[in-house]
């Protein structure tokens, strides 16, 4: 196949060790990315233990490498093969590395994690760089507190990376309610390639199926979702005990527990709804946007999925931010409710019953998200992919495509046809 005609490929990368956060939004790019063109491919490689649990659209693949875990003390280990983690780290550094080599991508997005998990990216980044590949930073809108990124990122080394390795850093939200680098020691050069998308709009799945426990469900209801639920216990006892303080809260309640909470809570917190006749649960499911489409308010941790799913379809929330090990959620929240999006209860005041219990009530009287006029609030997809046409319009030199060194016998560099760039009016920068 001549280089001209290849058709166009985007690599993502997604550590995914805890949480579902990252592989739903490398997921929502990637289906974005192939819906606006046909002729794109994308592929995903990610840890996450749940990535096939998810709807792809037909363009979209994935790659799951070895995965691993946080332990209480904060370091990492493999997640389910019986090796040490330093020999699993350097599995999916291989994994990593070859899969760029062979998949030849025209783009390569990583997210949130410069170098990747213990900088096994690193190897793959300096490789598509000598080929001239474009490399992209995809940042959520909040990182964590400034000092604690601060600390990390020397850490890490993760500022050469920023200035030398990367074409562009993509925010995705809005300056408006934070900037992630704010108060981070970089280079102007490095500020110079952020750009503020706007948040990620989620739309419905092909199939948005509500799942059959939710045909008991008589009238409206509060969807409770602690995301993945690995730390989440806080925050499902604190709506069940106002439930337990108040049987006259006018709303039922749908309780997805996620996969990763702790299966002795789950079960206990099971028991303890059981007794209510309007109170449901579920472990996890994959179409929460079906649930939350269908609520009357929503109660979460506020990561930035979640708090892009309740702008998405529109919901009243309450957002109960974890604030260890990072203050990226409370940050959101803090931000969101100041502007008035949401509302906002802090843990660290107390878990209350009756706090909560009277949180549940107003609920519903809560005003729209929609409400608050906000600029751009959900232009995400559509920027990223005019960014990523941007760069697929581009001709990158570096070593010919497997079909081209195939078909002419040889490996020499060559360049991709390029078109017009297209425009990107109202790009916001810092």
Excluded at 166 to 176: A, C, N, S, T
Excluded at 209 to 234: A, K, Q, R, W, Y
Excluded at 341 to 370: K, V, Y
Excluded at 372 to 389: A, E, K, N, Q, T
Aim: a neutral charge; proline letters at 8%.
């Amino acid at each position: 196949m001549p280089a001209s005609t290849r058709s166009k490929r985007v690599l993502l990368y997604s550590h995914d060790s805890f949480g579902l956060g990252h592989v739903s939004r490398c997921r929502t790019i990637a289906n974005a990315i192939v819906e606006a063109d046909q002729s794109v491919s994308v592929l995903i490689l990610s840890g996450s233990p749940v990535v096939g649990s998810y709807e792809f659209r037909s363009g979209v693949d994935f790659v799951r490498i070895p995965g691993v875990v946080k332990i209480e003390t904060g370091e990492y280990d493999s997640a389910n093969l019986r090796m040490n983690v330093e020999h699993t780290l350097e599995m999916r550094t291989r994994i990593i590395r070859d899969t760029a080599d062979i998949f030849r991508p025209d783009l390569f997005i990583v997210d949130k994690e410069p170098l990747g998990l213990r900088g096994e990216v690193g190897p793959a980044l300096r490789l598509l760089k000598d080929r001239g590949t474009p490399l992209v930073l995809g940042l959520r809108d909040v990182m964590d507190d400034p000092a604690q990124l601060a600390k990390e990122w020397e850490r890490k080394n993760v500022v050469p990376a920023l200035r030398d390795l990367y074409d562009e850093i993509w925010v995705y939200g809005l300056p408006q309610v934070n900037k992630p680098l704010t108060g981070i020691d970089v280079p102007p050069s490095v500020r110079h390639k952020m750009v503020y998308t706007g948040y990620l709009r989620r739309e419905l799945p092909l199939h948005s199926d509500v799942p059959h426990e939710m045909e008991e469900m008589n009238g409206p209801f509060i969807l409770v979702t602690p995301g993945g639920g690995g730390d989440g216990v806080e925050l499902v006892e604190w709506v069940l005990a106002a439930y337990e303080a108040d049987p006259n809260i006018p709303y039922g309640a749908v309780i997805v527990f996620g996969p990763f909470m702790p299966a002795t809570a789950r079960e206990a917190f099971k028991e303890r709804a059981a007794k209510f006749p309007n109170i449901q649960t579920l472990t996890f499911t994959n179409n929460l946007g079906a649930l939350m489409q269908r609520a009357a308010g929503v109660v979460a941790m506020g990561g930035y999925n979640t708090f892009c799913e309740i702008l998405s379809f529109d919901k009243r929330a309450i957002i109960v931010p974890r604030t260890h090990p990072r203050l990226e959620q409370f940050i959101r929240a803090r931000a969101a409710r100041n502007i008035g999006l949401i509302e906002m209860l802090d843990p660290n005041r107390g878990c209350d019953p009756q706090t909560m219990a009277t949180a549940l009530r107003h609920l519903p009287q809560q005003g729209l998200p929609s409400d608050v006029v906000v600029p751009g609030l959900l232009d995400g997809l559509g920027s990223v992919w005019r960014l990523v046409s941007k760069q697929l319009s581009h001709p990158h030199r570096g070593p010919a495509s497997l079909e081209a060194a195939d078909a002419s016998g040889t490996h020499s560099g060559g360049e991709l046809a390029s078109a017009d760039p297209v425009p990107l009016p109202g790009r916001h920068r810092t």
